[in-house]
């Protein structure tokens, strides 16, 4: 049984097309530096689990373009999806099914105040063991970013919080 899992939260075209009224900017290398960790995790026999975020109308409707995940994603055919129509990647989905007898989660993703804090905040509580990949998280600003992290680890003793290169090292 698999005891680790990498999550990537929202990786979805709405961050990056120009079009979307929540364009982020060019994630391009963070998503080559994504790929790679997906890669690795796949080298080591992790689950991944990729959460997909909708909502009934908007940039996030099924229907929208911008939901799907960004094009250049590593996302193969026998990955998991969760779909989520909340903030919260557990709230009425199949995420916490998908996660039995897995002890160890290895989160990344977007938005690092919204989605990513409200996983690791929720997965935390579940006592998972927690390693939040923070040059692969991403939102709004580099302020709200590291506020947002700062947060993380004054309020969750134990979370780990560090960059890819530390992380496979």
């Known amino acids: ?15 990056t097309d120009k079009d979307s ?5 060019n994630l391009d290398a963070m998503v080559e530096k994504m790929n790679y960790l997906i890669a690795y995790a796949r080298e080591l026999g992790y689950k991944i689990i990729f ?7 908007g940039v996030f409707s099924e229907k929208s373009p911008f939901s799907d995940f ?9 990955d998991i999806i969760i779909p989520k129509y909340k903030v919260s990647s ?3 989905t199949k995420l916490e099914d998908e996660l039995t007898g897995v002890k160890n989660l290895v989160v990344c993703g977007a938005l690092t ?5 409200m ?6 509580d579940r006592e998972y063991r927690i390693a939040l990949i923070d040059d692969l998280t991403v939102t709004y600003s580099e302020e709200l970013h590291d506020t947002t992290l700062q947060d993380l680890v004054d309020t969750r003793s134990g979370l780990t ?3 890819l290169e530390k992380f496979i090292d």
């Open 90 to 92: 557990f709230y009425q």
């Open 70 to 78: 960004i094009p250049e994603l590593a996302v193969e055919k026998d």
């Open 161 to 163: 919080i560090l960059p």
């Open 51 to 57: 959460v997909k975020h909708h909502e009934t109308e």
């Open 113 to 117: 105040n919204l989605c990513v804090r």
């Open 21 to 25: 009224e929540y364009y982020l900017g």
């Open 119 to 124: 996983f690791v905040e929720e997965a935390y």
């Open 1 to 15: 049984m698999q005891e680790t899992a990498l999550v990537i939260i929202n990786m979805q075209m709405a961050w």
